[in-house]
């Protein structure tokens, strides 16, 4: 020790310290760069400063990196140790290690300076807080800190904003279906993964395959269909709704980029920007899925029609997804059971319950076949009534839902929506085009396949469809029920018979009159309501 040290020591009245070691914004950087290990460094030079005063210390190193004191834990102890008088003085590499988050973080490091007469050790110099100037200095380096964080801060936000804008990647690691290409700076299609994003579009847009046939359904039942099947989720899991539900409605997999840029509120925290303020890119980098499935999904996801949710163990049976306890308005269910009897003679009688039953305590209870033969008798009566009261019956039983009784409406939205989707292109390639990206000749083909499918969409007649989409055909109507029965009829599996049946019923409503006793069963009405589709010729196809 020399004579000078000795000279601090006995002037401060230093006994311990606390050696904080962090890493800094530039340390991360240069450790990409170059590999080398700069919390090590920073170790090895504070530990020759220490060393030579001979006064003990304790080392605290932080392995990550943040500007709040709340992110990080080894410093929110090293102030606990302060605070309650276990150091005397605290040894950082520079000032700006201790902390360069918020004001408040800076406003705690510097009271508890004062409060406990805690000195600072750097390499250079040793901060007394009972000197004015010192005190000055460390506010200024404090201050500059922050001033130096929030300053790289905009310039990395520009820089990832100007990239956007060019279409270049700049959210993170890539998303699940692409890879990034460093050089580029864009998405690229990862084949192996998108191959598993096309599936999955596939079965949520045409349907599972169940024995052979497809079968609509919703984001559960597809989850476990997945999860059966053997496709992992993309940390290699099994899959559940809401994931599956945010990687349909992802716009990256046509193609389109956003960038959710922020902004600052007056007390210094950083919130997102209104949706509408987002940089919004098309053709940004390859698309996975085709506009035509990519819309097909999202009506689906919109409209989310009703389809029964049955185990993926079992076929859905006849009267899945239909019936609605009128009382409470909640969905029936099937109730199977098997109960065996002992006879007089040894022998053993098995009698098969099937019920029709609302869950909530108290409500509808019928008999499931009962049910099923009143809706066929219904349909049945239908094809035998004459012009007039067919029509009067029909204007009482169909009921024109959000997915059958507004088809023009519905492709006016999609067209609507397309069009729009085409302008956002045109002005895409404009502006590639202007700024030297697009050659002549990219740029007239792809100008002139935008206009194609503008033209091929102002090309496209509603009107007719709209004057016939709510007109009463009792020929059609009588047609498609004798072809519903005979379906009915012939088909071999239940899951056939429930389609058949919900492609003319919308839902129906179950009432019990009077309770049943015993083998007496119960006396119910039913309300059937019947899809637009009646009037739709070919409505099994």
């Given at each position: 020790m020399t004579p000078s040290q000795k000279r601090v020591l006995d002037e401060y009245g230093i006994k311990s310290i606390v050696n904080y070691l962090r890493k800094s914004r530039q340390d991360e950087e240069r450790e990409k760069k170059t590999g080398e290990d700069t919390l090590h460094e920073q170790k090895k030079l504070m530990d020759r400063v220490l060393s030579s005063y001979g006064i003990p210390y304790d080392q605290e190193p932080e392995i990550g990196s943040g500007d709040k004191i709340s992110s990080r834990p080894v410093f929110q102890r090293v102030i606990k140790d302060l605070k309650a008088g276990k150091y005397d003085a605290i040894a950082v590499k520079e000032i700006s290690r201790m902390g360069r988050g918020s004001y408040t973080d800076m406003g705690t490091i510097y009271d508890l300076i004062i409060e406990k007469n805690i000195y600072i050790i750097t390499p250079y110099k040793i901060y007394d807080p009972n000197n004015p100037t010192d005190l000055r200095q460390i506010r200024f380096e404090l201050f500059m800190s922050r001033e130096e964080f929030e300053t790289t801060r905009e310039r990395l936000s520009g820089g990832k904003v100007n990239a956007a804008m060019e279409g270049k990647w700049v959210a993170g690691r890539a998303p699940f279906g692409y890879t990034y290409d460093q050089s580029k700076k864009r998405l690229e299609i990862n084949e192996e993964e998108a191959e598993v994003v096309k599936n999955i579009f596939d079965f949520y847009a045409n349907g599972i395959i169940i024995n052979g046939r497809r079968k609509l359904v919703q984001f559960r039942a597809l989850s476990t269909y997945l999860n059966r099947v053997g496709i992992k989720s993309p940390r290699g899991g099994n899959w559940s709704p809401s994931p599956l539900r945010n990687l349909l409605a992802n716009e990256r997999y046509i193609g389109?980029?956003?960038?959710?840029?922020?902004?600052?509120?007056?007390?210094?925290?950083?919130?997102?920007?209104?949706?509408?303020?987002?940089?919004?890119?098309?053709?940004?980098?390859?698309?996975?899925?085709?506009?035509?499935?990519?819309?097909?999904?999202?009506?689906?996801?919109?409209?989310?029609?009703?389809?029964?949710?049955?185990?993926?163990?079992?076929?859905?049976?006849?009267?899945?997804?239909?019936?609605?306890?009128?009382?409470?308005?909640?969905?029936?269910?099937?109730?199977?059971?098997?109960?065996?009897?002992?006879?007089?003679?040894?022998?053993?009688?098995k009698y098969e319950k099937e019920f029709l039953w609302c869950t909530n305590a108290g409500c509808t209870f019928v008999k499931y076949r009962h049910i099923e033969e009143d809706l066929l008798l219904t349909l049945s009566y239908l094809k035998d009534l004459d012009d007039t009261r067919l029509t009067k019956q029909l204007e009482q039983f169909v009921v024109y839902s959000d997915n059958d009784d507004k088809p023009v409406e519905d492709m006016k939205k999609h067209i609507n929506a397309k069009r729009e989707e085409l302008k956002r292109r045109m002005s895409f390639i404009f502006d590639k085009y202007e700024s030297g990206i697009y050659s002549d000749e990219i740029f007239l083909e792809r100008k002139a396949e935008i206009e194609n499918q503008l033209k091929e969409l102002e090309n496209i007649n509603l009107e007719e469809r709209e004057e016939d989409s709510k007109e009463i055909n009792t020929a059609v109507a009588r047609e498609n029920i004798s072809t519903i029965l005979e379906a009915y009829h012939a088909a071999q599996h239940k899951s056939d018979r429930n389609e058949i049946l919900r492609a003319v019923f919308d839902h129906v409503m179950v009432e019990v009159i009077e309770k049943g006793r015993g083998r007496i069963p119960a006396k119910h009405a039913i309300y059937p309501i019947l899809k637009a589709n009646l009037f739709k010729r070919g409505i099994l196809k």
């Amino acid at each position: 020790m020399t004579p000078s040290q000795k000279r601090v020591l006995d002037e401060y009245g230093i006994k311990s310290i606390v050696n904080y070691l962090r890493k800094s914004r530039q340390d991360e950087e240069r450790e990409k760069k170059t590999g080398e290990d700069t919390l090590h460094e920073q170790k090895k030079l504070m530990d020759r400063v220490l060393s030579s005063y001979g006064i003990p210390y304790d080392q605290e190193p932080e392995i990550g990196s943040g500007d709040k004191i709340s992110s990080r834990p080894v410093f929110q102890r090293v102030i606990k140790d302060l605070k309650a008088g276990k150091y005397d003085a605290i040894a950082v590499k520079e000032i700006s290690r201790m902390g360069r988050g918020s004001y408040t973080d800076m406003g705690t490091i510097y009271d508890l300076i004062i409060e406990k007469n805690i000195y600072i050790i750097t390499p250079y110099k040793i901060y007394d807080p009972n000197n004015p100037t010192d005190l000055r200095q460390i506010r200024f380096e404090l201050f500059m800190s922050r001033e130096e964080f929030e300053t790289t801060r905009e310039r990395l936000s520009g820089g990832k904003v100007n990239a956007a804008m060019e279409g270049k990647w700049v959210a993170g690691r890539a998303p699940f279906g692409y890879t990034y290409d460093q050089s580029k700076k864009r998405l690229e299609i990862n084949e192996e993964e998108a191959e598993v994003v096309k599936n999955i579009f596939d079965f949520y847009a045409n349907g599972i395959i169940i024995n052979g046939r497809r079968k609509l359904v919703q984001f559960r039942a597809l989850s476990t269909y997945l999860n059966r099947v053997g496709i992992k989720s993309p940390r290699g899991g099994n899959w559940s709704p809401s994931p599956l539900r945010n990687l349909l409605a992802n716009e990256r997999y046509i193609g389109r980029m956003k960038y959710r840029t922020t902004k600052r509120t007056p007390n210094g925290k950083q919130v997102p920007r209104p949706e509408e303020e987002h940089i919004v890119v098309d053709d940004a980098h390859p698309a996975i899925i085709d506009m035509e499935t990519w819309q097909r999904v999202q009506n689906r996801m919109e409209s989310r029609e009703k389809t029964p949710r049955s185990k993926m163990d079992f076929e859905p049976c006849e009267l899945a997804g239909l019936c609605v306890c009128k009382k409470c308005g909640k969905k029936m269910i099937r109730q199977y059971s098997v109960q065996n009897y002992k006879r007089k003679d040894g022998g053993i009688t098995k009698y098969e319950k099937e019920f029709l039953w609302c869950t909530n305590a108290g409500c509808t209870f019928v008999k499931y076949r009962h049910i099923e033969e009143d809706l066929l008798l219904t349909l049945s009566y239908l094809k035998d009534l004459d012009d007039t009261r067919l029509t009067k019956q029909l204007e009482q039983f169909v009921v024109y839902s959000d997915n059958d009784d507004k088809p023009v409406e519905d492709m006016k939205k999609h067209i609507n929506a397309k069009r729009e989707e085409l302008k956002r292109r045109m002005s895409f390639i404009f502006d590639k085009y202007e700024s030297g990206i697009y050659s002549d000749e990219i740029f007239l083909e792809r100008k002139a396949e935008i206009e194609n499918q503008l033209k091929e969409l102002e090309n496209i007649n509603l009107e007719e469809r709209e004057e016939d989409s709510k007109e009463i055909n009792t020929a059609v109507a009588r047609e498609n029920i004798s072809t519903i029965l005979e379906a009915y009829h012939a088909a071999q599996h239940k899951s056939d018979r429930n389609e058949i049946l919900r492609a003319v019923f919308d839902h129906v409503m179950v009432e019990v009159i009077e309770k049943g006793r015993g083998r007496i069963p119960a006396k119910h009405a039913i309300y059937p309501i019947l899809k637009a589709n009646l009037f739709k010729r070919g409505i099994l196809k």
